[in-house]
Each structure stands twice: as C-alpha cells, then as structure tokens.
C-alpha cells in the first residue's frame, strides 16, 4: 500500500485549486493492480468541483476499471473524504480499505463501509 499512499501524496501537486488552496491527492488500486491517480479541481461555483477521489474513480473507470481492491486518500491534515465521494467510493468500490493520510505520509486506515454506514445502494432501490 506505501505505492499508493505515494501516489496519492503526489497527485496533491496536480490539483487545481485556486479559491480554498486545499490540495487534495488521491489513488485507487484497481484488482489488476494497476494504481490510478486524480486530484480536486475546483470551480469558482464551488458545486462544480470535483473532488479528488471521485476524479481517480471516474478516471479508472474511464479507462476501463470496474473493481477496485483499495484507495487512498491525502491531504495537508489528513481530511476524510465528503459525503459524495462517500457514497461513490461505496457504488463503484463496494466495501474496500481506504487509507487516509496527511502530507507528511501518516496514515489512517477506514473501511468504506465504515465512512459511509447504513450506505443507500441498489437494495435500496429493490
């Protein structure tokens, strides 16, 4: 997992965030152990920003991805992902590891199930 905590450490520098100055990293490990990046990238409506998890889903999934084993999560204070990103990390990744780290490489360790309990999924929908 140290290569993907790297690689969401370094995907901070790629976020374009010109209003909050919160950098935000990200990467998920796709099951063909392929790790895929994405950064926050804002916009002046602040409801059109795209927040870094969701970026490095959307962009495995554009490449093809469909099952993921794990994702990581960084930011300068170690922030946890919001509620959105929450309920994508649930939909596309199911309950997998997610390790939230700060700039500095200090890591905590959550199960999506855990950052998004009782999940509205498609049982829900039945």
């Known amino acids: 997992m140290k290569k993907l905590i790297a690689h969401a450490i370094a995907m901070m520098e790629k976020a374009y965030t010109p209003y909050s100055k919160y950098k935000v990293g990200a990467a998920v490990l796709t099951e063909d152990e392929t790790i895929i990046g994405g950064c926050n990238v804002e916009s002046s409506s602040y409801?059109?920003?795209?927040?870094?998890?969701?970026t490095a889903l959307f962009t495995a999934?554009?490449?093809?991805?469909?099952?993921?084993?794990?994702?990581?999560?960084?930011?300068?204070?170690?922030?946890?992902?919001?509620?959105?990103?929450?309920?994508?990390?649930?939909?596309l990744c199911g309950n997998i590891p997610v390790y939230i780290t700060d700039e500095h490489g200090n890591v905590r360790e959550k199960e999506s199930k855990a950052l998004l309990p009782d999940a509205f999924d498609e049982n829900k929908l039945k």
Do not use: M, Y
């Not at 993921?68 to 939909?91: E, H, M, Y």
């Open 61 to 91: 999934v554009s490449k093809g991805h469909l099952s993921f084993k794990a994702l990581a999560v960084a930011s300068k204070n170690g922030g946890t992902p919001c509620g959105a990103c929450r309920q994508v990390i649930w939909d």
């Open 47 to 54: 409801g059109l920003t795209c927040c870094a998890e969701r």
